[in-house]
């Protein structure tokens, strides 16, 4: 009976133990993403601190929700499946002294502030006995490089122009900021003004060309979509015809986009 209890007893100082590195590591990619997001202004920042509240600052909520609800035979096989539905239900089974500042934080995720997300996550943490550990410089250098090559594995492998984009938009702003960001598809126009005035003006018109045909391409096929059967053969035609040539187009600039963050020793597109 003893070793059972003694054998539970370390499981869980492991689980707690496996919880902390794990909040520890959202926890310091939130601040590292929310130092970023302060590099725009009003709409974009407002825009950034809603994605990364839907995301990431939801991802360590239910981590957090997870681990008490496993007390209560709740858990979930993955926490980033808990809706906010399961929260509330996980949130009216806990004690007063956690279900207070855990309340707080779960609605937070509903707001506009990633900073006040933070400051209710630090004391929902603290009503848990869950220490969220800040990374001194060292680590966060250690995540920033950690970031920046999982994106650009990420960006290797992808086809997707409008993935393309993101991606190189993303890890210039990285590049040449030296802070993360964390920013949804509609803000990849507002990335793209901010680098205007950072990277060299043949790299940025490419990256401008490239997002006028990554639009294009997305009204011509939404207009394909929208084409009703009584619509003509030639204006079908016309459609295909254009989505064809868009796509090419694409397809022979997207390594040119590429190189500028796979290769960003070149300080110009046109360089042999």
């Known amino acids: 009976m003893s070793s059972t209890s003694t054998s539970s007893g370390a499981s869980r100082r492991k689980t707690i133990k496996d919880l902390q590195e794990e909040v520890s590591n959202l926890y310091n990619n939130i601040r590292l993403f929310e130092k970023g997001a302060r590099h725009f202004t009003d709409e974009t920042q407002t825009n950034i601190a809603k994605h990364m509240l839907k995301t990431v600052c939801t991802d360590i909520t239910n981590l957090i929700f997870n681990f008490l609800a496993a007390d209560l035979m709740m858990a979930a096989e ?32 509903n707001g506009k502030s990633v900073e006040e997300f933070v400051t209710c996550l630090d004391v929902a943490a603290d009503a848990c006995d869950i220490m969220a550990k800040r990374g001194d410089k060292k680590k966060e250098r250690q995540i920033l490089f950690q970031h920046r090559q999982a994106l650009i594995e990420h960006l290797k492998v992808t086809e997707d122009p409008a993935l393309v984009l993101h991606l190189t938009s993303v890890l210039l702003f990285q ?26 003006e043949d790299q940025h018109s490419l990256l401008i060309k490239y997002q006028g045909l990554v639009v294009k391409q997305l009204i011509s096929q939404n207009k394909k979509i929208g084409q009703g059967d009584d619509d003509s053969v030639d204006n079908n035609l016309d459609t295909e015809e254009n989505i064809e040539a868009i796509r090419k187009e694409l397809q022979e600039l997207s390594a040119s986009v590429k190189d500028l963050v796979l290769r960003p020793r070149k300080t110009s597109v046109t360089e042999e």
Not at 82 to 105: A, D, H, N, V, Y
Not at 180 to 196: D, E
């Open 78 to 109: 993955d926490y980033t499946a808990i809706t906010s539905e399961m929260r509330k239900k996980i949130l009216s089974t806990l004690p007063e002294e956690t279900r207070g500042p855990l309340t707080k934080l779960h609605i937070s995720l």
């Open 175 to 200: 590049f040449t900021t030296h802070c993360m960001l964390h920013a949804p598809g509609r803000c990849v126009p507002q990335i793209i003004t901010f680098l205007s005035t950072k990277i060299p």
